[in-house]
């Protein structure tokens, strides 16, 4: 039996509770610490309002994970946008020339929308363009 094959080999742990409808997962290095961060988002009544908080606002967050002594991972969720939020598919890529992480993605309200990242420093700012 291949090893990928055993129950027992895999381990759910959840990231964020606190809110529904994820779509288009990404792992990128947002912050330049040679880490990759979590980005992903909410869609606006993504399966025609039959999920819970269909009519909830979307967004766009981003997790930095950090390893913790006892070998756990803690996940920080970081707002990209509010209001604003991804489709089925993103792209990740350095849209403009100053060197740092773009997004590209659609969306309920239409788009395709690019998420412009606005800074060179660890705090990330970003502004939604169409």
Not at 23 to 30: G, K, P
Not at 102 to 107: A, F, H, N, P, S
Request: with cysteine; hydrophobic share 30%; net charge negative.
């Amino acid at each position: 039996m291949n090893s990928l094959e055993e129950k027992d080999q895999w381990k759910q742990h959840v990231i964020d509770q606190s809110w529904t409808q994820a779509h288009s997962l990404a792992l990128v290095d947002l912050d330049g610490d040679g880490q990759p961060e979590l980005v992903t988002g909410k869609r606006f009544r993504a399966h025609n309002s039959g999920d819970p908080e269909a009519n909830a606002p979307p967004c766009v967050y981003w997790y930095k994970f950090q390893r913790q002594p006892d070998k756990t991972v803690t996940w920080k969720r970081n707002t990209i946008a509010e209001n604003e939020g991804v489709g089925a598919g993103m792209a990740i890529y350095p849209i403009d020339i100053d060197g740092d992480i773009d997004l590209i993605t659609t969306g309920k309200y239409g788009g395709p929308v690019i998420f412009e990242n606005l800074t060179k420093t660890k705090t990330n700012s970003y502004k939604a363009t169409e």
